[in-house]
């Protein structure tokens, strides 16, 4: 389970286990509405807490292969008397509405719940559409179900296909928050969305969050807030040049944001093959991510490159074997997704530096609002440097937004430029934060080969 997931629901909603609460997860059949609360039931037991599940719809054993497949073992509390699953009858006709809620309320007050969900609301409120009196019984008898439960109680309604929101009547004036489910079809993936509707008591400063579903659980992708963002600062060896001369000296700084641009149908190898010696010290632990590229062919073109340049098989073994790489095709992934699992990736290998090439791939391939883009590329970075990870991100021109774009959110930037129509020659311009320098293409060429000799030194 995602302890992220848990942390970001209760900085949502407050402390559901200690406040008590009365939550509506509303949403499209399958957009995510019992395992956000069941993450929530989850939550209070791994407080010690109680929780009860009750369902007029849910079978026991499916609930439970499905959260499992979400990394949520429900029988472990089962076991520890913790969990309880109890499934009622929907009430067929207004008159059967009175018998169901004793069952229920017999059930709350024998187990004691901390955290109480009813899965789902929409069964019970369709068997009494039609009578004023039934459902004044049920307000009162929701509204009066919170003393009982000393807890929160998690109500799941179901919202048709098609549409954004069902009216719930009552349930919304007396709900402490409301969120909403949502999913779409964008480029035949899933994209998930959870809309806040209203949380009582609590300043909302934004009102959509995206979030993904997979094996490890929920991920939600909030907006950075920079006062929280906590960048060590790091002390790390790369390559100067001083005069004729390279060495290799110590830097105390952020993380850096590095971006590295070559212009379309240029090929890349000889900027890669530079930038990894300057910013990869013998301490370094190298992440490679490649958007077009499988390990083996990446290897070998820049163990090619290499040797080119005056590195023998020693030296290209050792860069490679602090090398770790992961291959991604990110028209497979809705971008959210995309960086899930590229968190995931740097998380598990735990590099001190992560390489993405050809960066461009992803933007063609999601093809999004530019805004939106920005905004998942902003807190990206930021998560990955919050990490005390540098970055270097290298790429073709695309076009003037994606460039800009990348180097606004960049601390160091490197545009290679051809000096003219058939790029015969080329050059060289990096941008830093102290100032501004060029070299031509040969001079790049010289100092890879001086960037490689010292290495072997």
């Known amino acids: 389970m995602s302890s ?38 989850y939550y209070a037991m791994q407080r010690g807490e109680k929780c009860l599940y009750i369902s007029f719809q849910e079978d026991r054993d499916r609930l439970y292969k499905q959260l499992y497949s979400v990394g949520l073992d429900f029988k472990r509390f089962e076991d520890l008397k913790q969990f309880t699953f109890i499934k009622l009858p929907v009430p067929a ?7 169901v809620l004793e069952d229920l309320s017999r059930n709350v007050n024998e187990y004691r719940p901390r955290v109480l969900v009813l899965d789902s609301a929409t069964a019970m409120l369709s068997s009494v559409k039609g009578s004023a009196r039934v459902r004044g019984y049920l307000q009162n008898f929701f509204w009066e179900l919170q003393k009982v439960v000393e807890g929160s109680i998690i109500l799941i309604a179901e919202v048709p296909l098609g549409k954004e929101y069902t009216n719930l ?54 907006p950075i807030v920079l006062q929280e963002i906590r960048a060590p600062i790091r002390r790390r060896v790369i390559a100067v040049q001083h005069g004729d001369k390279v060495e290799f000296r110590e830097i105390v700084s952020p993380p850096l944001a590095v971006y590295i641009e070559y212009p379309a149908g240029l090929t890349p190898w000889l900027p890669i093959a530079y930038s990894l010696l300057i910013y990869m010290s013998r301490d370094e632990r190298v992440l490679i991510i490649s958007y077009n590229m499988d390990e083996a062919s990446f290897k070998s073109f820049l163990s090619q490159v290499l040797e080119l340049y005056g590195a023998d098989k020693e030296l290209v073994n050792a860069i ?8 991604i095709n990110p028209s497979s992934y809705t971008l959210y997704e ?33 805004k939106e883009y920005a905004t998942i590329l902003y807190n990206f970075i930021f998560e990955v440097r919050s990490r005390g990870i540098d970055m270097v991100r290298i790429s073709s021109y695309v076009d003037p937004v994606f460039s800009s774009l990348n180097k606004l959110v960049s601390s160091h930037v490197t545009v290679i430029s051809c000096v003219d129509p058939i790029c015969s020659d080329k050059v060289i311009q990096v941008t830093t934060p102290i100032g501004v320098y060029r070299m031509s293409w040969r001079e790049l060429e010289e100092v890879t080969k001086k960037l490689i000799q010292a290495a072997k030194e």
Not at 93 to 99: M, N
């Open 4 to 41: 992220e997931a848990i942390k970001f629901i209760v900085d949502v909603l407050g402390d559901f286990v200690a406040e008590p609460r009365l939550v509506v997860v509303a949403g499209h059949p399958g957009s995510g509405k019992t395992t956000l609360a069941s993450y929530m039931c």
């Open 93 to 99: 006709r207004e008159d059967l509405v009175q018998s």
């Open 169 to 222: 009547g009552w349930i919304e004036f007396v709900a402490d928050a409301i969120l909403i489910l949502k999913h779409r079809i964008r480029k035949g993936l899933v994209e998930r969305i959870m809309e806040i509707r209203k949380v009582r008591g609590k300043r909302l400063t934004y009102s959509e969050v995206y979030f993904t579903i997979d094996e490890k659980g929920m991920h939600f992708y909030k």
């Open 320 to 327: 490679l074997s602090r090398v770790s790489f992961e291959a």
């Open 338 to 370: 995309l960086v899930n699992h590229m968190l995931n990736t740097i998380d598990t290998v735990k590099p001190t530096i992560v390489y993405m090439h050809d960066v461009a791939t992803a933007w063609t391939s999601v093809a999004v609002d530019p």
